[in-house]
C-alpha cells in the first residue's frame, strides 16, 4: 500500500484537482450554459498564489504568516475570480448556445496572451519554485479534498433547494423560464460566476501543488478536457465530473506502455465514449441499475 | 506611419486575411449544414501541410516513425498542393463518418459531437507526431521552382517588399473563393447544397441525398482546410503537429467575426483580422496573438450576429 500511494499519489491528487475543474465546467451547465472560461480563471488563481508565494515585497507578510500565507493566496484569487466572473459574465451570459463557448475560449486566449506579456508573470517561462505546502503530493488532498466536499455538498443540495430548481429549469426551456418571470440572466450569472470562483481556487491550490506556474496551464486543449470530465462522466449528476477526471486522467497512466501511441488512443476513448455512453458514465450506470431492478421487480 | 509602412501591411494582412478566409471557409459550410462546430479542422489543416511536405519533398525528419523514408517520386510543388488538398478532403470525410454520423443516427446531444470532433483531432494530430515526429518543418527555398523569393518596388522611396509565397497565398486563396462561390450559387449540386443547409428534412422529402451531401460538405471543408494549411506552412513553416490549434481557435474568431454560416462573412472576418493582424504597430507585436480574439469578443459584445450575419428568430 505504502509504495502504491508513494507512486501514485501524484495521480491520486491530479485527478481530484482536475474533478474540480471538471465540476467548475458542471455548474454553468446546470443552467444549461457552455462556459469554457474555467480555465482562464484556473490559469489567474495559480499566478496570483505563484507571485504572492514568490514575489520578493512579500517576503516579509510571508515571514509572518507562515502556513497561513496559503489560504490568504486562495481569498485573494476568490475574490479575484469573482469580480473578473461577474464582469465577463454579466455582458456574455446574454449570449446563447455556441456563441456562449466561442465568447469563453476568446476570453481564456485573451488572458493567455495577457500574462504572457505581463513581466510580473514571468514571461514564457513562468514562475517557479513556488513554496510548497507539503513534503509528499500526496498531501494536496488535504487542500483539494474539501474543496471537492464542498463543491460536491453545493450540487447535490442545489438540487433540493428553491434556486438550483429555477437554475435547472433555465436548462429545460430558458423562454418558458423566462416567462415565468425568473430573471434569467440572474441565475445563469450565478453558477457561472460559482464555477469560475471554484476555478480559481483550485488555480490557487494547484501553483504549489504544481511548483511552477506558466502560460501552458491555460491552453485550449486544457479547457477541452475539463468540458471532457463532464460530458464522458455525465452531465446530469455532480458525480459526472469525479468519474470523468479519474478515467481521463489515469487513461494516460494505464496506456503508458504503450508510450508514443497512447495519446492516439486516448483520442479513440473520447470519440467511443461520445458515441456508446451519450449521458455519461454515470447515466450508463444508473440505467443499468434501473434495468436491474426491474428484472428483480418482475421476478418476484 | 509612412506611405511604405502603410501599403507593406496592408499587402501583409490582404494574404495572409485570404488564407484565414479560405480556412475559415470550412467552418463556415459544416456549421451552415449542420448547425454544429467542426473542431478538428485545425488538425486537418495541420494533415494537408504535412501531406503536401511529404509530396512535394519527398522525405522526412529525423524523429517519429518515418525518419529516414524517402518517397519514390516528389511532386512540383502546385500539383502537390492540389494532391495534398484532395487528401486533406479525404480525411474531412473520415472525420465525419467517426465523429458526426454515429452521434446524428443516435439523435445525441450536439454538446457531444464538441467532444469527438475533438477527439478525432486528438488522434489526427498524435498520429502526424507518431509519424512525422514533433519537429519543425520548413519548406525549401526553392519549393516554387526557379520564381525569385521575392518583389521588391519604392513607395515615395522607401522599399517595399512582397515575398513571393505571400503572393502565391493571395492568389490560390481568390482562386479558391471565387470558385467556391460559383459552385454555390451557380450550380445544381450547389443548389442542392443550399436547399440541405436551409432545412434537412425538406430536402431530404425532395430527393436530395442529404447524407451524401454532408459527406460531400466535410470533403470540401478538409480540402479547404488541408490547401490554406500548406499556404499557412510554405510561408510560414510548420512548427510542429499543434501548428494547427492556434490557426484552429483563429478560424473561429472569423467565422462569428463575420456571422456564422455566412460565405460573405468568413470573407470579410478573415481579411479583416489579417488586416488586424498586420497593422498592429510594431512595439505591440507580442499581442498580435491576442487580436483575433478580442475582436470577436467585441464583435459578440456589440453585434452577436456578426457583421454580415442574420439575426436568427427565437422561435417557441
Request: hydrophobic share 55%; with cysteine.
Amino acid at each position: 500500500m505504502d509504495v502504491f500511494f508513494s507512486s501514485y499519489g501524484f495521480l491520486l491528487a491530479m485527478v481530484v484537482q482536475q474533478a474540480l475543474l471538471g465540476l467548475s465546467v458542471y455548474y454553468p451547465l446546470l443552467a444549461g450554459q457552455l462556459s469554457l472560461a474555467s480555465i482562464g480563471f484556473y490559469s489567474l488563481g495559480g499566478y496570483v498564489a505563484a507571485i504572492m508565494g514568490t514575489h520578493p515585497a512579500l517576503a516579509a507578510l510571508r515571514e509572518s504568516l507562515g502556513f497561513w500565507m496559503f489560504p490568504l493566496e486562495w481569498l485573494c484569487a476568490l475574490v479575484l475570480s469573482i469580480i473578473l466572473g461577474l464582469a465577463v459574465g454579466l455582458p456574455v451570459l446574454r449570449l446563447r448556445g455556441i456563441y456562449l463557448a466561442l465568447a469563453t475560449i476568446a476570453f481564456a486566449q485573451v488572458v493567455n496572451v495577457t500574462v504572457l506579456n505581463m513581466p510580473i508573470a514571468g514571461g514564457a517561462v513562468g514562475i517557479f519554485a513556488i513554496p510548497q505546502a507539503f513534503d509528499s503530493r500526496l498531501a494536496y488532498l488535504f487542500f483539494f479534498g474539501p474543496l471537492l466536499v464542498l463543491a460536491l455538498a453545493v450540487a447535490f443540495r442545489l438540487e433540493r433547494i428553491g434556486p438550483g430548481r429555477v437554475i435547472l429549469s433555465i436548462r429545460e426551456d430558458e423562454l418558458a423560464a423566462a416567462a415565468m418571470g425568473v430573471p434569467t440572466t440572474y441565475y445563469k450569472v450565478l453558477p457561472f460566476v460559482w464555477g469560475c470562483a471554484l476555478a480559481g481556487v483550485t488555480g490557487a491550490m494547484s501553483a504549489p501543488f504544481l511548483n511552477t506556474w506558466n502560460a501552458r496551464q491555460g491552453t485550449f486543449d486544457a479547457s477541452v478536457a475539463c468540458l471532457a470530465y463532464v460530458l464522458i462522466g455525465g452531465a446530469r449528476s455532480p458525480w459526472g465530473p469525479v468519474f470523468g477526471a479519474a478515467l481521463l486522467v489515469s487513461l494516460p497512466e494505464v496506456l503508458r506502455p504503450l508510450r508514443d501511441s497512447r495519446m492516439i488512443l486516448n483520442g479513440v476513448v473520447l470519440v467511443l465514449a461520445c458515441v456508446y455512453l451519450p449521458r455519461g458514465i454515470v447515466g450508463a450506470f444508473s440505467s443499468l441499475s434501473r434495468r436491474m431492478r426491474g428484472v428483480k421487480e418482475a421476478a418476484s | 506611419m509612412t506611405p511604405a509602412w502603410f501599403i507593406q501591411s496592408l499587402l501583409n494582412g490582404l494574404s495572409i486575411g485570404s488564407v484565414y478566409a479560405v480556412f475559415a471557409l470550412g467552418y463556415t459550410l459544416v456549421f451552415s449544414i449542420l448547425g454544429i462546430i467542426n473542431f478538428a479542422h485545425g488538425a486537418v489543416f495541420t494533415l494537408g501541410a504535412y501531406l503536401t511536405y511529404a509530396l512535394a519533398v519527398g522525405s522526412f525528419g529525423l524523429n517519429g516513425l518515418l525518419a529516414g523514408v524517402s518517397l519514390p517520386f516528389t511532386l512540383p510543388f502546385f500539383p502537390a498542393l492540389l494532391l495534398g488538398g484532395f487528401l486533406a478532403g479525404l480525411a474531412g470525410m473520415a472525420v465525419e463518418r467517426l465523429a458526426f454520423r454515429p452521434l446524428r443516427r443516435r439523435g445525441a446531444d450536439a454538446l457531444l459531437a464538441l467532444v469527438s470532433s475533438l477527439g478525432v483531432a486528438l488522434i489526427l494530430v498524435n498520429l502526424i507526431q507518431y509519424l512525422a515526429g514533433a519537429e519543425i518543418y520548413a519548406f525549401p527555398a526553392d519549393v516554387f521552382g526557379g520564381l525569385p523569393p521575392a518583389v521588391i518596388f519604392r513607395v515615395a522611396g522607401k522599399p517595399v517588399a512582397v515575398r513571393t509565397a505571400q503572393i502565391i497565398l493571395f492568389a490560390v486563396s481568390l482562386i479558391m473563393l471565387a470558385g467556391l462561390m460559383w459552385a454555390i450559387s451557380r450550380t445544381r449540386a450547389g443548389k442542392a447544397l443550399r436547399a440541405v443547409a436551409e432545412n434537412t428534412d425538406t430536402a431530404a422529402l425532395l430527393g436530395i441525398n442529404v447524407n451524401l451531401f454532408i459527406l460531400g460538405t466535410f470533403f470540401l471543408s478538409g480540402v479547404l482546410g488541408g490547401m490554406a494549411g500548406t499556404l499557412i506552412g510554405t510561408s510560414y513553416g510548420i512548427s510542429g503537429p499543434y501548428f494547427g490549434v492556434a490557426y484552429g481557435l483563429k478560424g473561429l474568431a472569423v467565422i462569428v467575426l463575420g456571422g456564422l454560416g455566412s460565405i460573405p462573412g468568413a470573407v470579410l472576418g478573415g481579411l479583416v483580422i489579417g488586416l488586424g493582424e498586420a497593422f498592429l504597430p510594431a512595439d505591440m507585436s507580442s499581442w498580435k496573438e491576442a487580436v483575433p480574439f478580442v475582436l470577436l469578443f467585441a464583435v459578440l459584445l456589440i453585434r452577436p450576429q456578426g457583421l454580415l450575419g442574420e439575426r436568427m428568430e427565437q422561435k417557441v
